[in-house]
């Protein structure tokens, strides 16, 4: 069975950067995109970006262009979110997620709460 | 690219059904036949229920059925049971990124 497992919460200072992991088990790891998802307090689902591990290729909404990066190591079936000049309003839950070929998102990890506050 | 656009608010008693639409453009839902849908209960990831308009994963119940025409897709729950009280969200593939709706929540009244 596929598993997804993020690091833990953090708490960061404006300004600063915040790298979150998220490591696969079970299932194939490099035939897949990961897709990175946040959820601000209360709000809905804002997709960040995706990588597909075997061509180490990303995507990014234009939103976080030029402050988020995608990276993913096949040795050790982790993929990362490193997002950086961090404001308050990015504090948020981040999801990873397998998403295949269908642009679909089957399965998600538990998700990191990024706090952001000075 | 803004959100898909979902209406805020749904609801429906026990055993009824209900419908949340979800309208995007022609670089979105319109233009690609990838739209998924999610549920999400309070505190916990999403859950796919719905991929490729109308496809449902294993596991999930035929209650739930999706469908599209043109830039709007629609997610269908009949015979509404507790348990279906969540939020949802649904999602089109957009060329090269994906995009959310704006979410509904689900009450079982």
């Known amino acids: 069975q596929v598993q997804l497992v993020q690091s833990g919460a953090e708490v960061k200072k404006p300004g600063s950067s915040v790298k979150v992991s998220c490591k696969a088990s079970g299932g194939t790891f490099n035939s897949y995109a990961i897709s990175w998802v946040r959820q601000a307090p209360g709000q809905g689902l804002e997709w960040m970006g995706g990588?597909?591990?075997?061509?180490?290729?990303?995507n990014y909404a234009q939103k976080f262009q030029g402050r988020v990066t995608l990276t993913a190591d096949e040795s050790t079936r982790t993929a990362y979110m490193e997002l950086s000049s961090l404001r308050p309003e990015d504090t948020a839950v981040y999801y990873c997620?397998?998403?295949?070929?269908?642009?679909?998102?089957?399965?998600w990890g538990q998700g990191t709460l990024v706090t952001v506050s000075s | 690219q803004s959100a898909l656009t979902q209406p805020p608010s749904a609801s429906g008693s026990p055993g009824q059904s209900v419908t949340i639409s979800c309208t995007g453009t022609s670089s979105d839902v319109g233009g690609y036949n990838y739209v998924s849908w999610y549920q999400q209960h309070p505190g916990k990831a999403p859950k796919l229920m719905i991929y490729e308009v109308s496809k449902r994963p294993s596991g999930v119940p035929d209650r739930f059925s999706g469908s599209k025409s043109g830039n709007t897709a629609s997610l269908t729950v009949s015979g509404l049971q507790a348990e279906d009280e969540a939020d949802y969200y649904c999602?089109?593939?957009?060329?090269?990124?994906?995009?959310f709706g704006t979410g509904t929540k689900v009450t079982v009244v």
């Open positions: 990588i597909i591990p075997v061509f180490g290729t990303a």
């Open positions: 999602s089109s593939y957009a060329g090269s990124r994906e995009v």
């Open positions: 997620a397998r998403e295949g070929f269908t642009s679909a998102c089957d399965y």
